[in-house]
C-alpha cells in the first residue's frame, strides 16, 4: 500500500540553525500538507500547496518557514532559524484529486536545543 | 479557539463492547468530517469520513454519525478490539465554495480497550 514517507524520524538542532524537512508524498497525489504537533497540543495546519505554489497557510507559518517541491517526488519545509517554540512533530500530508481525505506520513520529531 | 472538540480525553471500555467517541464544531462552514486514528510515533491513519449531506457512513466495524443541528458528529467501533487501542481524532474542513481545505482538528481521545 502506498504511503507517505518523511525523513528524518528525529531531528535535533541548535536554536537559529535552519532545518530541512523532507516528505515523499504518494505519487498519484497533487495536494501537499504540512502539519505540526507540539507536544501535548493538538494537530495543527501549516501549509498546503498546490500546482507548485501555497494555496494556502495557516498564521503560523510566517517567514521563517518556507516550501518547496524541487524535483517530481520530495517536498520539504524549511524552517530557516529555529526557534525553541519550534519543538513539534511534523507530519506531511498528500491528497488525491477528488477526494478530501489527506493520508499523513509518520512525522519527524524536531527538537531545537 | 476551539472549533473542533473531543471533550473526553480517554475512553475505556471491554473488548467486544462498543465504544463511541464523540466530536463537537462551532463552525458552520465545515461540510467534511473526517476521523483519524494513531498510535505512538505514528502518524494519524484515516479511519471513516462523512460528508454534511448524510447523516451517517459505515465501514465494516466502524460507523459515523452526524447531527448537523447539535454539530455534533460520533464514531462508533463495534466489536471493540484491544488493536482499536489509539488516539482518535475528529477533523473537520470547509471545502464549499471559497472554503478551506485544511483540515482542524480536536485534541483527540485515547481509547483503551481491555482484552
Known sequence: EPEVTQTPSHQVTQMGQEVILRCVPISNHLYFYWYRQILGQKVEFLVSFYNNEISEKSEIFDDQFSVERPDGSNFTLKIRSTKLEDSAMYFCASRRTGLTEAFFGQGTRLTVV | ?115
Open chain 2, 1 to 115: 479557539d476551539q472549533q473542533v472538540k473531543q471533550n473526553s480525553p480517554s475512553l475505556s471500555v471491554q473488548e467486544g463492547r462498543i465504544s463511541i467517541l464523540n466530536c463537537d464544531y462551532t463552525n458552520s462552514m465545515f461540510d467534511y468530517f473526517l476521523w483519524y486514528k494513531k498510535y505512538p510515533a505514528e502518524g494519524p491513519t484515516f479511519l471513516i469520513s462523512i460528508s454534511s449531506i448524510k447523516d451517517k457512513n459505515e465501514d465494516g466495524r466502524f460507523t459515523v454519525f452526524l447531527n448537523k443541528s447539535a454539530k455534533h458528529l460520533s464514531l462508533h467501533i463495534v466489536p471493540s478490539q484491544p488493536g482499536d487501542s489509539a488516539v482518535y481524532f475528529c477533523a473537520a474542513s470547509a471545502q464549499g465554495q471559497g472554503g478551506s481545505e485544511k483540515l482542524v482538528f480536536g485534541k483527540g481521545t485515547k481509547l483503551t480497550v481491555n482484552p
